[in-house]
């Protein structure tokens, strides 16, 4: 039998609230979703081969980074879901 689920839009926000993300980079192409890339250099200093991926992109509906005031969050991510 198939059972059918509806499709339910899920947002994702981001907001950036320490630099403990040294190495990364913020794409708001308006094209495309707003994305987030971590760059997570190898360390070749130990002599051991590390394959594992250097960059991860992630992306979000919206990107806030870290002057965004609580507000703009509320204003730009709660009231609209509170006014339906």
């Known amino acids: 039998t198939f059972c059918s689920v509806p499709y339910i ?26 994305s987030l890339e971590i760059i997570l250099p190898r360390d070749l200093a130990d002599g051991f081969v590390n394959n594992k991926r250097e960059s991860y992109r992630f992306k979000f509906q919206r990107i806030f980074d870290q002057d965004a005031k609580q507000e703009t969050i509320f204003e730009n991510i709660a009231k609209p879901v509170a006014e339906r």
């Open 9 to 34: 839009f899920l947002p994702f926000y981001l907001r950036l609230l320490s630099s403990y993300l040294q190495i990364y980079s913020i794409d708001e192409d308006e094209k495309l979703a707003p």
